[in-house]
């Protein structure tokens, strides 16, 4: 990576905000930085390039119990690959979607999707853990050539957080910023 890739470097936040519907109490579960993937660089390029025939826009946000380590009571590390070489949620099936209802361009270098869970979504066979999260651009057939061409996705950015446990009484709210 030379000087140009670092000034250049892709930033990100993303918050976790759950809401208990019966109680009316709101809270931020989790909140930090994210890992931004080699397929949001390329899709930039793309994008400031011009080329809008390509460009791939952000449509929803996945979710999966593949961030916290159980057995040692931890957060993993948010890298963009897992020991295979590929992001966990490329290969993973997701366990819940939330699509993208809004965004906001709060100045002309940042933009913040928001993703709602509703109440009756996510909840598995009662309640569901959720530890890892991914900002999706439409196309999700993408090659991704770091992993050797071993998956397809659109996976722009990527999280792993703090298990929050989603039921029928929780709607989850996920705010995440992509700074340039």
Known sequence: MDNLDKFYAFKGHFQVVVKDVVSGKEWIHFEDHNTITYIAKRDAVRMFGGDNTTLRYIQKMKFTDQGYDYAN???????????????????????????VDDYTVTNT????FTAIMLTSQGNGSGSQNYSQAGLYTVDETLLNPPANDMATSGLFAIKNFAPVIKNANLQLTFNWSIIV
Do not use: M, N
Request: aromatic share 10%; proline share 6%.
């Open 109 to 112: 270098s940042k933009v913040t």
């Open 73 to 99: 009571s931890g957060v993993y590390p948010t890298t963009e690959t897992s020991d295979l070489g590929v992001p966990l949620l490329y290969t993973a099936s997701s366990l819940g979607v939330a699509y």
